[in-house]
């Protein structure tokens, strides 16, 4: 299967961005765009407008991946960002969960609840994916609707 969804993912570590870029087009994910910090984030976001944006929560430099979300938010309203993070700080996760995102994924990286996100979110039916490992599993239940 091959999907003309942009996906940008946000990531601070070069081998974890390179690797879920290979991965996702090993899926039929090909239009990867990559972004190391959050200024690079939101310039790629503004130039490019992905279809999803998959960020690192915790970023090089002054800005956080959820301040990086909200601002892009501001911008267009219809973004579609999920988090993946090895922070499993519970007021970390809720954060980040009041801005509505599209998944919330907890390092490791489960490639497949990845990829079904993406792959509901191509169909334009975009189902909330969270890869939480117990106890936070009561953050599987939330509602997500694509505006």
Known sequence: MRTALKILIV???TISALLLCHYLKFFGFCNCLLAATAEDALRVAEEE???VILTEIILS???SGIETAKRILKKDDNAVIAFMSS???PQVML???KISPAGYFVKP???NVIRELLESID???CLPAFSIDEPYGILRGLNY???
């Open 145 to 147: 609707e694509k505006k």
């Open 61 to 63: 430099g002054e800005m």
């Open 87 to 89: 922070c499993d700080d």
């Open 123 to 125: 169909a334009g039916c």
């Open 95 to 97: 954060e980040a969960l």
């Open 11 to 13: 990531e601070n570590d």
């Open 109 to 111: 990286l489960k490639m």
């Open 49 to 51: 407008r992905p279809d």
